[in-house]
């Protein structure tokens, strides 16, 4: 045994001395040491955190939920208890500073109101920590600007909450607007919406930042540039929608149309609401087309068809997936596919399109 051993530590190392080794030794080493979990704390213990992703880490390979940041201890002690993280990882909103000391905790996810992104985002990274800001990343370009600036003073990793780019379907959209399978995908549709009952922070411009377009529509512009083959627009028009119900929207818009102009003739006409129900996206070229013609940007439950016949894919969960790869980013030193850039671009294309709609021009997409 001992001289089996020996040799195994000779054989590694004169392996590692070669150019080959110097590619398999770091493999070597995983296949005998599973890397640890990272964990994430998540900032705001609202609907989301709540119903998808504190489920989803308890999928997850590579990270784990270590803590949280909420404005209620009593809640705070009630995720510790149900998640199994101590008291100790449990901060307030004015206290997120410590987490500088905390050893448990790699990652913040933060998942508060959209106003409040940069303030918790930035504060995470002074404290050290990597950071995921849940979308939309702000609600002003500068204030991305400062989140990506106060990234890169603190040396952390910053990642924007776009799940479907681990999506089957979606990442098969991108593939087909790369590969040119149907040909250039030049016709754009898409419509997403709900009805809000009654007013709640989403309809209160100070914490949300606007209405449907920063909440719901974000996801089709950003489905338009996927299928753009990650293009941003070069132009944009818009009009807002007559409001129904002043009750609830008197400081952001009930409903708004637009349309957006790519490179190479790309053209996407869109909508998004908080009065009608509706989550549909369809890119056509000259050679065929794929429609999401149900939850096309949700969780689950897609149905999506293409000029071929209807796609299939297994389950994924989109959250996990996400995460995941995000703590492999942290763990291996890459770069994120969903970087702080892309966050901010589709601010911009949002203020672009709100700026169309005020004036009624075309505005040209500085991005």
Known sequence: MK??????RSFISRLSMSAGGLML??????????PRKLGIALVGLGTYSTNQLAPALKQTQYCKLA???????VKGEQWAKDYGFPVKNIYGYDTMSQLADNRDIDIIYVVTPNALHAEHAIAAAKAGKHVICEKPMATSVAECDAIISACRAAKVKLSIGYRLHFDPYH???MRLAKEKDFGVLSKINGDRGFVMASKSWRADKKLAGGGPLLDLGIYLIHGASMAANGAAPLAVTAKYHPVTKPEIFSDVEEGISWNMEFPGGVVADLQTSYQHSKD?????GAKGWIEFKEHAFTY???VVETSRGPLNYAPAYQQALQMDDFAQCVQLNKQT???GELGKRDIAIIKSIYKAAETGDKVVVKV
């Open 67 to 73: 803590g949280v940041v909420t404005g209620s201890k």
């Open 25 to 34: 030794a770091p493999q070597l080493h995983l296949l005998n040491q599973q």
């Open 280 to 284: 549909y996206f369809k890119a056509t």
């Open 3 to 8: 001289k089996s051993s020996i040799d195994r």
């Open 337 to 339: 596919r969903v970087p």
């Open 300 to 302: 689950k439950g897609l």
């Open 171 to 173: 990442k098969e959209l």
